[in-house]
């Protein structure tokens, strides 16, 4: 009975008894079909009262906690806890998933709420931030989510009149949400005087913006907008847990045990208390309620569910009871009847009835009951307490018999003796004890053995033994009554146990895992009758075993629906049901048993993956019942994918080197060569890991990948064109359906998948994001919109695309073991099936999620693993290839039969119209009928089929086959060999393509005088290949090793290969066959060579160390080269054949002598003057510089330099060729790099001739030939090379302006506290103390008693005029300073927009009017006007994000209508402190936007949504201007500091291709500052230095130069005419200004004086509009010029960058003055909204004062000295200097004889006006706390109040004689 297979009979959930009501509220509703939805521990019930029948929705994974109806009342959603909670939806008719929605939350789902329509649904989880989401469930898509709150957030409510408005309540707070874009804002709700700020438990929305709410205090508080506007008092008498909206009006819970129903003006209707009725009781408290018609639903916290009719309210029906909060242990079966008692820590013993569902009785204890046992005839019942003691009950009437108490640990477990003699009873103290029954339970006996508490006691059939098992895992046995141990093993083997309830030993030993001895599985119980077992463990499961259960491991079939600890088993006493009790959810589960003849297979009830009668994951057996794996399937599961360092680590080590040798000067670097290379052909195929990867597309091209390419091969001319996008090696390949469009997975930390287009190469899709390691499989859908994928992370996670917008539909994890293969179903788009490793499941897409379902194997076969898997065209027919050569039908989730396929795994199968090809390991090409019924035709894979035409020879016969498809007439196959053949139905075959086989390439030899090559591989074979347009293998031969080397004589004749194992052969290079071999080493052989000329001697590197050197033509060795202190890596000869350099592992370049291996030390001057043979060593002065910065990590594997000394071409451990001009000296020279190869390249050499390179690719099994592109050839094809990195140490110029904006960081400009530094305490904080006046200086006037505060207060407020509201009427300003291109035309030129401050203005030209936008809370730095007629006048402004605020919870961009000042949408963004730039793109839909964080990210959103599109880092500095091309939604352009990209949106993500500059003279990259558009792909960038640089594509075509001779801060794209403006920082001349119009191609133009004034002019944005053109200026002006006068007229005129502290206001007049830290004063006129007046002061200004009659005006200064002008010549009248630091205020005294000084030198100085300009003070304060902020005088100028720095004012007196005085 050793078999581990799973029991074949199985259970099936009938009942749960219990309703959560703890912890949780709102969660009981009735359903469209009057059923009664609510959930108990992991499960959805649904429970038809009248048919008294339940349902089961078993979707989750841990306890629910939250449920919400769908107003169509059919669909629920539930919330769960857990480290991952997800939502599911699902139909409470079919209890089937609808929808899954994950990967957001965490800790749990605290509350549910769908919208009005049912569209949407919010959440709110229970992580710290309380976070809310809302959902488009449906399609399972997060739309929004924000912080919710800092504390605990208990419901939350959709408004059902306003579509975009939700409210939530929780603790002391509500908050009213509005949903715009992507951005949730909440505003708090106020409570004012109205009610007490408490926790609000419940909620309902009313229209007309009424919101009601239930609060702790049992109070109803009522909500208009977001005030509370009146309270109902004591609707109840204790907190309001629920309250149900619905037709008719409200109801209400609470914890006093009432039900109250409101109509719908919240008018009471009815109260019911449950408390009085006959099934209440004391404390009994409300959780949820449910109001239809006239019925109502109560849930209580002791979890019973009450049902109300209306009219007889008196008589509530008890529906539905369970235990209450406390852990549920004990657990009891009748002897004789169907029933169960359960014993709790609620202190109640209930009796079940199985028959009818029901609770029977039930009995309240005076402790916690930890255990039950019935005794063997029914009549009694005995209860183990917590506190130690026991009861025995009489079953009849529940009296008691006796209660005994001998210990003072809980009783967890009793039982009595079969023969009903006596009680066993153990204890947690660790001993049994023996009860006598007949004796009153006299105790009689006492098992002591015990170490550790008593777990579990079984007694035999005749009562006279009993077994233990205890916490310490011992297993113990006795004898009966006494107690004394029993030892003998014989004896103990022949007990015949009554009861198994044990989980020690050998009969259970299969129910643990293997390798473990944890405490997991709680309780196990045994069915004699049926061989089962049935166990609950801590994760809430519930398995079958078979019984007994021998061996570790076994097989078993699981349930889920409790949630954690599933605390006890048992079976009935007929076997027809097994009951489960949960310890923290309180349930009783209650499973009818289906015994194995019923089942048949088909009873599949639960539909969820969790339901599903399974084999287990975690059981394999490794015994005879499974067969032994398949060497291939078996060597490929262990691959292993992963990297030291992937491809997405090279920036941040690039960064970290740079950051660790920034102290290093720059010396002179190399520079780059001028030749390129070219990819031409590649040699290999990736079989050996890999399947369906090879294809046709729609021209008959072929598609297929290896190393890090993608090929498309071309037949007819034998000529590859290349995907090179991918930056690791490919795993995985599928073809669109309809159209040529191929999908390629890769290897990486987050793996990527590219879809591209096979005619133009071009990516148009990149997918990132969701896997790890490496993707292994992929398919479009039949309609070719979705792909689905699958990744290489310990769960094999499957992800479904919508790939054209790049965004994940759904994801689920997919499999514990590797998965081969994944099909999408070609009829239903949400289905798929997987097949892997003892695995195939079929997948049904729900949201954002998947539920699967295993296949069911039944009888017909066995669970193997599935190498490959189609779908046929009946609609539920598939077919899989097994690992045993089998083909398996499949009829939806059944097994229908088996076909014998082929010998060894089948490993591709290709769906044909009529039927199905198969491929297998055994190397044969099957056609099958479309049922597998017949075989219709056979194709073996032979070297005597192969036709004359093809490209190759095969390696042997049968090879493994990988890939099969159909086509064109053909049959197409990929071996794991690497080869691809195509098969003409006819039977000929001929061979394509073919590469090395698994194993790394080291070994690398060009022919000395033919277009040939050799390499030699790990994978034993010696291949020669043809380089010439035939590209094919001409000759190969088995190695008896891998070899790591080769080289051929200087006559071309002779080969010699050096192999793993330290010997080495030399060939002849045509037949490949021996001449001679010698074995003189152990380790591996690195490197051979010939000497020049005649080929005299052989030099032959090895690991040991040595070279040793042999003459050719005597077959001897006649030298050693003894010194390296490691292994040997290169060698070269001489061109005399006598000096042999020699490289080692350890770095180090040694020199030899032929013949005999003497070393020379030469000195490196040296070095270069010799002439070499060849140079394949990567040491020495001569390529220093090709070693990277970061070469710690990273190895240059090999050299090779061209005859003519000119280009040296390196291969690297990234899997980078480069090019270097030779020699390399100094360090890190620059560089061309080339993509291709996927982690090491291991050797590189030049043809003969040097027109072309070969490089070898380590594992990636590739020989890659390049062609070499001279200089004059390749200006017509641009470079594709990368540039190496060549923003080192180029400067990229410098001008103030720029280098200010540059290093502006915005944070710092957010006050997040008071601007000065104040002292003390804040006035509202301070006690008020009555001031000396008060107390005796002025008598009472009143003898009355003084009024109590409070009348006080009051009278005050009341006699008060209420404060009118402000209302903004005009700004003057603009931000310029660091900002730009921040200024449009609105309306055809009438109006036009810019911002100030926070504020979007709308100002009117002809009218001079200002309206604004005022929803921002900081800063604007940017805005933007959607220039696409759909969306006219439509604006998106961004501002500063405040980081006091949690992150990202001020939306920083924000989309409105500059007419109407609505907010369109919000966009909430996640750059860290600010967004500060963003453009619309051509069509309008599309938002791009760019930080101000350290990566500078580039987002691109889909606004009207709110959807983020995609993200990516910028660039290191600055990025200042990111604009759409004007006629793209895909294509856009950043500029910034040392940084031109051309960047194309791919789905959701981000390619760029930086701008290459090319040899052009004068140009370098420098900073870039602007950007317009031409047509033809013309690009103009504006530089630093004045110039402007002209794109074609991301070439550099020209310059033009000094288009200004400043910084060309702004470009203006005319769309209409194409017509160009750029303004920059100019000193305005005749010929030049800071303003010029240009043609479309920018080579002519005219200038515009802009009549500032200024010696400089710096202009920050123009917009041209018609006739006119607009110009914003740095200094803040806004200037209109007109194209044919160039007439400028100031519209706006600001003050410039500095803080404004100064203002006064004139005593008569409607103008004001203000001072500014810019150093000017301006007068301005209110009626006329303009500036008067501006006068330059030379230093920053901080305050200012009108005297009392407007003619004088006081300014004080920064450093500490102020003047006085004359308001009408704003000529200065005096000025003094006495202070040193800033002068805060300034007042000239009521009768404008005294000015008073106030300065930060915690002074105020007095001075007399009246004695003319020389301003001699005459008195000053000092005895002040702190620093001045203001000052008044009193009417009279007697006395002059102070406000101070430390929040205290002081009053002092001014009379020349007070002041020395004070």
């Not at 607009?1670 to 410039?1696: C, F, P, Q, W």
Request: glycine share 8%; hydrophobic share 35%; with cysteine.
């Amino acid at each position: 009975m050793a078999d581990r297979t799973a029991p074949s009979c199985q259970l099936r959930l009938e009942w749960v008894y219990g309703y959560r009501g703890h912890q949780c509220r709102n969660n009981l509703y009735y359903t469209a079909g009057k059923e009664v939805v609510y959930f108990v521990a992991g499960v959805g019930v649904v429970y038809n009262t009248r048919e008294h029948s339940q349902k089961f929705f078993l979707g989750h994974n841990d306890d629910i906690i939250s449920l919400a109806l769908h107003p169509d009342k059919t669909l629920v959603a539930t919330g769960q806890v857990g480290k991952e909670p997800y939502i599911c939806i699902w139909d409470s008719y079919n209890v089937q998933t609808v929808s899954i929605l994950k990967d957001v939350h965490t800790h749990g789902v605290a509350c549910l709420a769908f919208d009005s329509d049912g569209q949407r649904l919010a959440s709110v989880g229970l992580d710290a931030k309380n976070t809310v989401c809302i959902w488009d469930w449906r399609k399972g898509k997060l739309l929004a989510s924000a912080t919710g709150h800092s504390d605990r957030i208990f419901d939350i409510s959709w408004d059902p009149y306003q579509p975009n408005r939700v409210v939530s309540c929780g603790v002391k707070h509500i908050k009213f949400w509005m949903l715009c874009g992507n951005a949730l804002t909440a505003k708090r709700g106020i409570f004012g005087k109205t009610g007490d700020l408490q926790t609000i438990l419940c909620l309902a929305c009313a229209k007309e913006d009424i919101t009601y709410s239930g609060a702790l205090n049992g109070d109803i508080y009522v909500w208009k907008g977001l005030n509370l506007v009146r309270t109902i008092q004591g609707a109840h008498s204790a907190g309001i847990f629920s309250m149900y909206a619905c037709e008719e009006g409200f109801a209400t819970g609470g914890r006093d045990g009432c039900i109250r129903l409101w109509d719908t003006d919240f008018k009471p209707i009815t109260k019911i208390d449950l408390r009085e009725t006959e099934q209440g009781y004391k404390g009994l408290s409300i959780r949820s309620v449910c109001w239809k018609a006239d019925r109502l639903l109560a849930g209580t916290q002791d979890s019973e569910i009450f049902e109300v009719i209306v009219r007889e309210r008196d008589k509530p029906m008890l529906i539905l009871q369970g235990h209450c909060e406390g852990e549920l242990w004990a657990l009891a079966l009748h002897p004789k009847k169907p029933l169960a008692v359960t014993g709790s820590d609620d202190r109640s013993v209930r009796l079940w009835s199985l028959a009818d569902h029901a609770l029977i009785a039930r009995c309240n204890m005076e402790e916690a009951v930890r255990s039950v046992a019935f005794s063997p005839d029914g009549s009694q019942l005995a209860l183990g307490m917590k506190d130690g003691s026991f009861i025995v009950l009489r079953v009849r009437d529940m009296t008691e018999v006796v209660h005994i108490k001998d210990r003072k640990e809980v009783i967890h477990e009793m039982k009595f003796s079969p023969d009903g003699s006596y009680l066993a009873v153990g204890s947690n103290d660790g001993p049994v004890d023996v009860y006598a029954v007949a004796q009153r339970y006299k105790k009689i006996g006492e098992c002591s053995k015990s170490l550790s508490f008593i777990t579990h006691i079984d007694w035999s059939l005749d009562s006279k033994y009993l077994q233990t098992n205890d916490g310490a895992g011992e297993r113990l046995f006795y004898k009966m009554p006494s107690g004394k141990p029993l030892t003998s093993k014989e004896e103990i083997k022949g007990i015949p146990w009554a009861s198994w309830t044990c989980v020690k030993g050998p009969e259970v030993s299969g129910i643990w895992p293997k390798y473990t001895d944890v405490t997991d599985i709680n309780s196990v119980d045994a069915n004699y009758n049926s061989s089962v077992l049935v166990s609950g463990d801590d994760f809430g499961l519930v398995k079958l075993f078979k019984f007994p259960c021998l061996k570790k491991g076994a097989k078993f079939r699981k349930y889920v629906g409790h949630s954690a600890h599933v605390t006890n088993v048992r079976w009935s006493h007929d076997f027809q049901w097994v009951l489960s009790t949960g310890g923290a959810d309180h349930s009783v589960f209650q499973w009818r048993f289906i015994p194995e003849g019923v089942s048949n297979g088909l009873l599949e009830t639960a539909p969820q993956e969790g339901g599903t009668d399974s084999y287990s994951e975690e059981s394999d057996s490794d015994l005879s019942d499974v067969p032994e794996l398949d060497s291939d399937i078996e060597q490929e599961t262990q691959i292993n994918y992963d990297r030291q360092v992937y491809k997405e680590d090279l920036p941040q080590l690039k960064q970290q080197s740079k950051e660790k040798n920034h102290a290093v000067p720059f010396l002179k670097r190399e520079k780059a060569p001028e030749d390129s290379l070219k990819l031409q052909f590649i040699h290999g195929y990736r079989g050996y890991d890999c399947r369906n990867n090879l294809f046709y597309t729609q021209t008959g091209e072929v598609v297929y990948h290896i190393a890090a390419v993608a090929v498309v091969y071309n037949r007819q001319q034998h000529s590859q064109r290349l995907y090179l996008g991918h930056d690791d090696d490919i795993l995985s390949l599928t073809i669109h359906p309809v159209k040529d469009f191929v999908a390629t997975g890769q290897v990486g930390r987050d793996a990527a998948i590219h879809v591209w287009d096979t005619q133009t190469l071009k990516c148009l899709s990149l997918l990132k994001g969701q896997h790890q390691r490496g993707v292994c499989a992929l398919d479009f859908s039949a309609d070719g919109k979705c792909l689905v994928s699958v990744g290489l992370d310990d769960f094999h996670s499957i992800v479904f695309w919508d790939w054209k917008k790049g965004e994940k539909i759904a994801t689920t994890r997919g499999h514990k073991d590797k998965i081969f293969v994944v099909k999408c179903n070609p009829h239903h788009v949400d289905k798929l099936v997987t097949v892997g490793m003892k695995h195939i499941k079929f997948w049904q897409q729900a949201g954002g999620g998947f539920t699967s379902k295993r296949g069911i194997f039944g009888s017909v076969g066995k669970l193997e693993t599935m190498m490959c898997v189609s779908y046929g065209r009946m609609e539920d027919l598939v077919f899989s290839g097994a690992a045993t050569g089998d083909i398996f039908i499949w009829k939806d989730i059944l097994l229908l039969k088996t076909v014998k396929a082929h010998d060894g795994p089948v490993f591709a199968m290709y769906a044909l119209d009529k039927g199905f090809v198969t491929g297998g390991k055994d190397g044969i090409v099957e056609l099958w009928d479309d049922m597998f019924e017949r075989c219709l035709k056979t194709y073996a894979i032979k070297r005597a089929a192969l036709s004359t035409s093809s490209k190759g020879l095969l390696l042997e016969d049968n090879p493994s086959i990988r890939a099969i498809t159909l086509g064109h007439g053909h049959i197409l196959v990929g071996t794991k060999n690497g080869e691809i053949l195509e098969i003409d139905k006819s039977g000929p075959m001929t061979l394509l393509v073919q590469g090395h086989m698994e194993g790394e390439v080291w070994g690398l030899a060009a022919h000395p005088l033919l277009p040939i090559c050799a390499t030699v591989s790990d994978d034993k074979t010696l291949r020669i290949w043809e380089l010439s347009s035939q590209h094919r293998m001409l000759a190969v031969r088995k190695l008896k090793k891998g070899g790591r080397c080769c080289a051929f004589s200087p006559d071309g004749k002779a080969l010699a290969v050096g192999l793993n194992d330290g010997s080495f052969l030399v060939v002849n290079a045509d037949t490949v066959e021996d001449m001679v071999s010698f074995h003189h080493r152990k380790e591996m052989i690195s490197d051979i060579k010939f000497s020049k000329d005649t080929g005299k001697y052989l030099a032959v590197a090895s690991h040991d160390n040595f070279v040793d050197i042999y003459n050719v033509l005597t077959s001897k060795r006649v030298g050693i080269c003894k010194g390296a202190s490691s292994y040997i890596t290169h060698i070269d000869w001489d061109s005399r054949g006598k000096l042999l350099q020699v490289n080692s592992g350890a770095k180090e370049q040694l020199f030899f002598e032929a013949p005999r291996g003497k070393r020379h030390v030469i000195r490196p001057s040296e070095i270069e003057k010799i002439e070499w043979d060849t140079w394949t060593c990567v040491l020495g002065p001569t390529c220093e510089g090709i070693w990277p910065a970061h070469s710690d990590v990273t190895d240059v594997n090999a050299a090779s330099l061209t005859k003519d000394c000119s280009l040296l071409a390196t291969g690297d451990d990234f899997g980078f060729v480069k090019l270097f001009s030779y020699p390399v000296k100094g360090q890190h020279a620059r560089f061309k790099k080339y993509v291709g190869h996927s982690a090491h390249v291991t050797n590189v050499r030049w043809l003969h001739n040097d027109s072309v390179l070969l490089t070898v690719g380590g594992a990636d099994t590739a020989l890659m030939i390049w062609t070499r592109e001279f200089v004059g050839t390749q200006e017509s094809k641009l470079v594709d090379s990368e540039e190496s990195d060549t923003d080192a140490e180029e400067d990229g110029g410098y001008d103030s302006d720029v280098a200010r904006e540059k290093a502006i960081d915005y944070t710092t400009k957010i006050y997040a506290v008071s601007i000065r530094e104040m002292e003390g305490t804040k006035p509202h904080q301070q006690l008020k103390e009555v001031s000396v006046e008060e107390r005796g200086l002025r008598p009472p006037v009143s003898r009355a008693a003084p009024q109590p505060e409070k009348l006080q207060k009051n009278n005050i407020t009341k006699k008060k005029k209420l404060v009118e509201e402000l209302a903004l009427e005009h700004v003057f300003g603009y931000r310029g300073f660091d900002c730009r291109n921040n200024l449009h035309y609105l309306n055809d030129g009438a109006d036009i927009i810019f911002h100030t401050a926070a504020a979007g203005v709308l100002q009117n030209l002809s009218t001079g009017s200002q309206s604004f936008y005022l929803e921002h809370t900081d800063d604007i730095l940017c805005l933007t006007v959607n220039q696409h007629p759909k969306y006219r006048n439509v604006v998106a402004t961004s501002q500063i994000v405040d980081i006091t605020e949690t992150q990202g919870t001020t939306p920083s961009i924000h989309v409105w209508d500059a007419m109407s000042k609505h907010t369109l949408s919000m966009l909430r963004c996640f750059h860290s402190k600010g967004v500060n730039y963003i453009n619309f793109s051509a069509t309008g839909k599309l938002l791009v936007s760019v930080g101000v964080d350290p990566e500078h990210t580039i987002t691109v959103w889909r606004w009207q949504e709110g959807a983020k599109v995609a993200s990516r880092g910028g660039h290191l500095e600055r990025i200042f201007v990111v604009e759409f091309r004007p006629d793209s939604d895909t294509q856009f352009v950043s500029v910034g500091v040392k940084h031109m990209k051309f960047w194309t949106l791919a789905g959701s993500a981000l390619l760029y291709k930086k701008g290459v500059i090319g040899s052009m003279e004068a140009a370098k990259m420098q900073t870039m500052l602007s950007v317009a558009f031409g047509a033809n792909n013309l690009t103009f960038t504006g530089a630093i230095n004045g110039d402007v640089y002209v794109w074609k594509d991301h070439f550099l075509i020209r310059l033009v130069a000094k288009a200004h001779t400043g910084p060309v801060f702004t470009m203006y794209t005319t769309l209409r005419d194409g017509l160009i403006v750029t303004g920059g920082k100019e000193r305005p001349t005749k010929e030049g200004g800071a303003v010029k119009l240009w043609d479309q191609e920018m080579k002519r133009c005219r200038a515009f004086q802009l009549e500032t004034g200024q010696l400089v002019e710096c202009v920050r944005s123009v917009c041209r509009g018609k006739g006119k053109i607009l110009v914003g200026t740095k200094d803040g002006e806004i200037i209109e010029v007109g194209e044919k006068n160039a007439a400028s007229n100031i519209l706006i005129d600001g003050h410039m960058e500095g803080e404004i502290w100064g203002l006064a206001t004139h005593p008569t007049k409607d103008i004001f003055i203000s001072a500014s830290n810019d150093g000017t004063a301006r007068i301005w006129d209110l009626a006329d909204k303009k500036l008067l007046n501006k006068v330059n002061l030379g230093h920053a200004a901080r305050c200012a004062a009108y005297s009392p009659d407007g003619e004088m005006v006081a300014i004080g200064m920064k450093n500490g000295e102020f003047v006085i002008l004359l308001v009408n010549s704003l000529k200065v009248w005096g000025k003094k200097r006495d202070r040193k630091s800033a002068i805060q205020d300034v007042r000239i005294s009521p009768d404008s004889r005294f000015l008073a000084v106030g300065s930060s030198e915690h002074t105020v100085d007095f001075y007399d006006l009246t004695q003319g300009t020389s301003l001699n003070r005459i008195g000053y304060c000092k005895d002040i706390p702190s620093f001045v902020i203001q000052m008044d005088f009193s009417a009279d100028g007697r006395y002059i109040q102070v406000s101070t720095g430390a929040y205290k004012g002081q009053v002092q007196g001014t009379a020349p004689e007070d002041a020395f005085r004070a």
